[in-house]
């Protein structure tokens, strides 16, 4: 039967890639000149550390950018709000989500069961595994899921006949 994985993914190589450029960018830009400002990468979080609020809002729009140019979807972006560090730095965590969470794997399910459609749709650990009979079916799926704009990116894997 073919089926196909709906997943919430994005390539960790190009996330690094895309912090290195914005270190970059903010370390040749003249705003930022003599500042202490620079983004850290741990495993699910970035965070930006600078002197004030609104660069943290400018260091912010760099990474949006540079994330965006290297196709990760900003979707998967989780902001937090600026902290002081106790000196004159301010702090703020953006915490990147990768994975279906429950709550969203179950409201697709529940899209799916809703439009009729003649496939099956089963929850596996952090993804979604829709089978049906045939192939078109799956695709209307697919576009369904486009159409409907939910707030995590989607991606569309291991699509067999």
Known sequence: MPSFDIISEFDTHEVKNAVDQANKEVSTRFDFKGTSSSF???DEKLVMISESTFQ???????VVAKL?????????MDVGDPKGTGGKLMRQEITLKQGLDSTTAKKIVKLIKDKKLKVQAAINGDKVRVTGKKRDDLQEVIQMLRDEKLETPLQYDNFRD
């Not at 943290?56 to 760099?62: G, T, Y």
């Not at 965006?68 to 998967?76: H, K, P, T």
């Open 68 to 76: 965006s140019r290297r196709g990760v979807d900003v979707g998967c």
């Open 40 to 42: 850290e990468l741990t």
């Open 56 to 62: 943290l809002q400018q260091m912010f729009s760099v």
